[in-house]
């Protein structure tokens, strides 16, 4: 197998995944395939320097987080954001509690908001994130204790408003006042 055909494999495997890191740290399904492709490119012109193709993953994550970061140091004078969801059909499950997730995401600064998806959604430990933006590892438990609690304040009640809690088997459902059981 050549080295094209193996980055080609991997780029079919990763993708999905890389993209739906990119969507979650930028917040827009046009802007995160952009993010997927040009990390796949940058991957790509490194794929021989890879000596670990188990690796592969976490070089490119890296590679994409960096990227993020790098585009939101740039003036973006020419995009106008706003509040919207993306214009994309809504997934089943709970759409709400997705799109009210990801307007308060959006809140976070680039670095912070890396840090929340990296430890949170693609689940690396602090010293994973600290590795792949380039920081202390105190920094990232800093960063996400601040964007947490930020999140936290955001979000307040919305969370369990959209998502009510599942009934206990056996006990009936609260419907109101605590003094209705």
Not at 69 to 88: I, Q, Y
């Amino acid at each position: 197998m050549t080295s094209a055909e193996e980055f080609t494999e991997f780029a079919i495997a990763a993708s999905p995944r890389l993209r739906r890191t990119a969507f979650l740290l930028c917040g827009d399904w046009q802007a995160a395939e952009d993010l997927t492709q040009a990390t796949l490119a940058k991957v790509f012109l490194a794929w021989r320097r890879i000596r670990r193709r188990d690796a592969a993953l976490s070089y490119a994550t890296r590679t994409l987080a960096n990227a993020y970061l790098a585009g939101k140091r740039r003036v973006r004078v020419n995009e106008l954001l706003t509040s919207r969801p993306p214009d994309r059909p809504a997934e089943p499950g709970t759409p709400e509690l997705r799109i009210v997730m990801l307007d308060a995401l959006a809140t976070l600064p680039p670095k912070a908001r890396a840090v929340v998806v990296l430890r949170y959604w693609e689940d690396l430990s602090v010293e994973q994130v600290a590795d792949l933006l380039g920081c202390s590892p105190g920094n990232v438990k800093s960063q996400s204790a601040r964007s947490l609690d930020k999140l936290r304040a955001l979000l307040g009640d919305a969370v369990t408003v959209i998502e009510p809690q599942a009934p206990t088997p056996g006990k009936r459902p609260q419907t109101g006042d605590q003094h209705d059981q």
